[in-house]
């Protein structure tokens, strides 16, 4: 089955009650029983939903695994990951990544024992040199948030597997249309649902997918013994989103790639971070283990100032000064004060993340308004 095929029929089926097509929005709490522990698979809603099991399916699909577990949000799913591991335990992160998930490794599991180092993973030496035999994690962000690095799946997962260690990678950057990283041998792939899944800005969600049944079980048994569930209402809309999900990743795609080009060209632009470019660091791994270089174009500005990136921000039309990413629709941020406030301004700067850097979500609007937009708002500097 072709992944546009996929994203339509992958693990759904009309509903068996009334034959609806879309998959019906179950919105119960519990399930009536014949006799006691006499059911029809469903007992309480925090364990099990069938528009949320429909949805996990549809996903074990799109990555090529077994198992999908649906989670309220995802650093829920993060969550999840990280309670597999015991107090002793080390994780190996990627420097260059999202802020929630180094706030949640520093300032939450750091306190229960477990210790996380954070290290370039665009050089595999830096992550054989980090491994310790109480390494138990490798997390494994690529294209990497802001910077947009690339990690070398494969050789990261060379890497943990000669040690015993466990290697997850959060693919929300790429989507599985663009990347599959169970298919070059990681454990756990995770989403954040509320981007390029859902692609509407209209729902929040995480997920994990695996292909390993025990490891599956463990995170079932947390997602349950934990409750941070999905409601139904998001399974549905994610549902909903996942089916027009390459279409929508392919457009913005081909956007960023123009709207990479005209930025780099600009006077006012000193640096611009796109895997697509053939000079990019890592370009030639992209090429190999991704369809596309995604729709994230991050660039900092000549005079290296949070008030110059304020300049930009601020005028802007349909690029939206927003958190978040993978909408239809544009948006445009500072991580330095928004989606990585939480790491230190001296970590920040050592992985190249400057108090000027702006990070684009490109949308599937007509990329000529895009590139106006653009242009009128850094010219206004």
């Not at 399930?31 to 996903?59: C, D, I, M, V, W």
């Amino acid at each position: 089955m072709k992944f546009g095929t996929k994203v339509i029929h992958g693990g759904l089926e009309p509903d068996p009650l009334t034959g609806a097509v879309m998959t019906p929005i179950y919105q119960t709490s519990t399930y009536a029983q014949e006799a006691p522990g006499k059911h029809k698979g469903f007992e309480y809603a925090r364990t099990q939903n069938p528009t949320r099991s429909a949805l996990e399916r549809n996903l074990a699909h799109l990555e090529n695994g077994t198992h999908g577990v649906c989670f309220a949000s995802g650093l829920a799913a993060m969550d999840a990951v990280l309670r597999l591991l015991n107090p002793g335990d080390e994780i190996v992160a990627t420097n260059d990544l999202y802020g929630g998930s180094y706030r949640l490794m520093r300032r939450i599991y750091e306190r229960f024992g477990v210790a996380s180092h954070f290290v370039d993973m665009s050089n595999p030496d830096e992550v054989a040199a980090a491994i310790n035999e109480k390494t138990k994690l490798l997390w494994v962000e690529t294209p990497t948030n802001p910077m947009l690095k690339v990690v070398d799946i494969r050789k990261m997962v060379s890497l943990a597997k000669a040690k015993g260690v466990l290697v997850a990678v959060d693919n929300t950057f790429a989507s599985p249309y663009l990347q599959n990283p169970l298919d070059m041998g990681a454990d756990i792939v995770l989403h954040s649902a509320t981007k390029y899944l859902g692609g509407h800005s209209d729902v929040v969600m995480g997920a994990l997918i695996v292909k390993d049944e025990t490891l599956a079980e463990s995170l079932y048994f947390l997602q349950n013994a934990v409750g941070a569930v999905p409601s139904p209402n998001d399974c549905f809309l994610v549902l909903r989103g996942i089916k027009t999900l390459h279409l929508r990743v392919e457009r913005a795609c081909a956007n960023a790639k123009r709207i990479a080009e005209f930025v780099r060209q600009h006077p006012t632009v000193r640096n611009v971070y796109f895997p697509g470019f053939e000079d990019h660091p890592q370009h030639a791994i992209a090429k190999a283990q991704m369809r596309d270089f995604g729709a994230m174009v991050s660039f900092d500005l000549h005079r290296d100032t949070f008030e110059d990136a304020v300049k930009v921000l601020s005028n802007t039309h349909y690029f939206t000064l927003a958190e978040s990413l993978g909408g239809v629709e544009s948006l445009i941020g500072h991580p330095a004060s928004m989606t990585h406030a939480s790491i230190p301004r001296e970590d920040r700067l050592k992985v190249g993340l400057t108090d000027s850097l702006i990070r684009l979500s490109v949308g599937v609007e007509d990329v000529d308004d895009l590139i106006e937009d653009l242009d009128k708002a850094l010219s206004a500097l």
